[in-house]
Each structure stands twice: as structure tokens, then as C-alpha cells.
């Protein structure tokens, strides 16, 4: 039963926007390669 | 050698996942507002700067970079209102999290329930919505702001022919009634029954647009009804209603019910 529930909200907390999730990943990505880029570049 | 490597993965990865997190619900925030045009103005810039940088166009970059510096006061002030209402927000998001899970939610579901069943037992019609995720704040700036605690009488209240905010829906968000007289976009299904009038197709309508939870009560069937992505769930009692809304908080979704209008 329990598993059943966990499984349940599992599926949607994954299915609820999916786009803005994907686009929200996208954008995460993109940042922290822009940021490790200007940290290597300006040396910190 | 494979701990070195492990090392350097695990923390770019955690650092990926809060930055997408965080993104998520700034993005989230501002689904249901028209600030969310300028977000994604903002989107194409940041991926046509991300893009320059990685080709090396000097030029274009300075320009960025300049622009850059510029946007920052620009957004400060073109998001003043937002992000006023975001910080507002943060402390009531999280008493929300809690009056959701806890038995705070019972008693104000209980509370809205007495006020539908005595509206319909007295033929008053009312329309109340209940917040889910997806931010009301474009409704609720169409209605008069009440933040106030729920009770039966206050939505009674506000429903009462003849009072200046019996007009439009009543939204409770955050366990608070948040404001009354609100305006809702209808729905364009065709398929609806005639007896249906224009409070029925509001719930439609903002059932559709968004994730919330609306309890419409007819005034002249003296019919309970609910309104949950994008279907009408009619003839409800109020044990039902009490139990089906609150499984749709528990589970934000699923099936619960059996469909009684078609999807048109």
C-alpha cells in the first residue's frame, strides 16, 4: 500500500509541467557551465 | 582513481540539481502571471549569451555583458511587484505546506463545506476555489483582497444576495480567504448541458487553466458541483466532496472520481 503511494506520487511528481521541468533543467545546466567557465576564466 | 572521479561528479551534480530546483519554482511562480512573457525574453538572451560566449564573438559578448549588467536594475523594477508578493508569499507558502498535510486543512475544508451545503440548502449560488499549486495571483487581482481566516459564515457571507461581492468567485489560498468578487475565464466547451450557466463555466474555465479546485453551487438546482482539470463533477453530498478534495490534496491528482459531463 505504501509503495503503491510512494509510486503513485512518484509518477505525479514527474508528470506534473513537465515542460518547465525539462526547460528549469536546461537552464540549470547552461548557468552552471556559464559559471564554471567565468570561475576558470577569472581564475577564483 | 574512480573515488577521484566520483568526487568530481557528485558535487557538480547536486549543485545542478538546487540550481534546477531553484529555477523550477521561480518558473513556477510566475506560470500564472504575464511576467512570465518577459521570463522567457529573458530565457532566449541568457541561451543567445550562453551560445556567443561559447563561439568567441568578443563583440557580441561586451554587448552582453553590458546589456547584462543594464537588466539587472531593468528587472528589479519591472519585477518590483512580483517580487514584493514572492518574499510576502514565502513564509504563507510554507504555513500552507503545513495546513495542507495537517489537520488545519480539515477544518478549514469543513468550514467551506458547512458554507456550501447551508448556501444550497438556502438556493444562494457560490463559486469557491481552492489553490493548488499553480499561482491565483491574476484572479485574485480581479477581485477585492480579504486575506482573511475561513469560515462558514464569511463565505456565507460574501455569497448573500445583494452584498457587493456575492458577483464572482471567493479563492482561498494558503488556508486564507484570499479575496472575493474574483473574475474567472469561461470555458469554450460546447458540449456542456444548457442548465449550465455562466458560474458552472468559470469553474470550468480556471479548472482548465490551472490545477485548482473549484465548488460551484447552483442557485437555482441547489446542486453541489466541483470543477477539477477541466471536468464538472455535479450532484456531489457534502461527505463526498469532503473526501474527494481532500484525496486530491493528498495525491494532486489521480483518478477519484467518475466523470459525469464528456470532455468536449
Avoid at chain 1, 14 to 31: C, E, F, Q, R, Y
Avoid at chain 2, 184 to 198: A, C, D, I, W
Wanted: hydrophobic share 50%.
Amino acid at each position: 500500500m505504501v509503495k503503491k503511494n510512494f509510486t503513485r506520487r512518484l509518477i505525479i511528481i514527474i508528470t506534473t509541467h513537465p515542460w518547465l521541468k525539462v526547460i528549469s533543467l536546461l537552464i540549470a545546466i547552461l548557468l552552471w557551465f556559464y559559471i564554471q567557465g567565468e570561475i576558470n576564466r577569472f581564475d577564483y | 582513481m574512480s573515488q577521484f572521479m566520483l568526487q568530481d561528479i557528485w558535487k557538480p551534480v547536486i549543485e545542478i540539481v538546487i540550481l534546477w530546483f531553484v529555477i523550477y519554482r521561480i518558473m513556477l511562480f510566475f506560470a500564472g502571471t504575464r511576467a512570465i512573457l518577459v521570463l522567457r525574453g529573458i530565457i532566449v538572451i541568457l541561451l543567445a549569451f550562453f551560445i556567443v560566449q561559447r563561439l568567441n564573438f568578443l563583440i557580441l559578448e561586451w554587448l552582453f555583458t553590458k546589456l547584462f549588467a543594464i537588466s539587472v536594475l531593468a528587472l528589479l523594477i519591472i519585477f518590483q511587484p512580483e517580487i514584493r508578493q514572492g518574499l510576502a508569499n514565502l513564509g504563507r507558502r510554507h504555513l500552507f505546506e503545513i495546513i495542507k498535510e495537517g489537520e488545519d486543512f480539515d477544518l478549514v475544508l469543513k468550514e467551506v463545506l458547512t458554507a456550501v451545503e447551508n448556501l444550497s440548502n438556502s438556493k444562494i449560488g457560490a463559486l469557491i476555489v481552492l489553490a493548488k499549486e499553480d499561482p491565483l495571483s491574476e484572479y485574485i487581482k480581479s477581485g477585492v483582497i480579504i486575506d482573511g481566516r475561513p469560515s462558514s459564515e464569511l463565505i456565507q457571507t460574501i455569497f448573500t444576495p445583494n452584498s457587493l461581492l456575492h458577483d464572482g468567485g471567493v479563492i482561498l489560498q494558503g488556508g486564507r480567504v484570499m479575496a472575493a468578487g474574483c473574475i474567472f475565464p469561461l470555458t469554450q466547451k460546447e458540449q456542456l448541458h444548457r442548465f449550465l450557466g455562466t458560474r458552472h463555466r468559470a469553474a470550468i474555465g480556471l479548472s482548465e487553466e490551472t490545477d485548482a479546485v473549484v465548488i460551484v453551487v447552483s442557485e437555482e438546482r441547489q446542486d453541489i458541483s466541483l470543477a477539477y482539470k477541466g471536468q464538472l463533477y455535479q450532484g456531489l453530498t457534502r461527505e463526498v466532496l469532503f473526501s474527494k478534495i481532500k484525496e486530491i490534496f493528498k495525491t494532486e491528482g489521480g483518478r477519484w472520481l467518475k466523470r459525469i459531463l464528456p470532455a468536449g
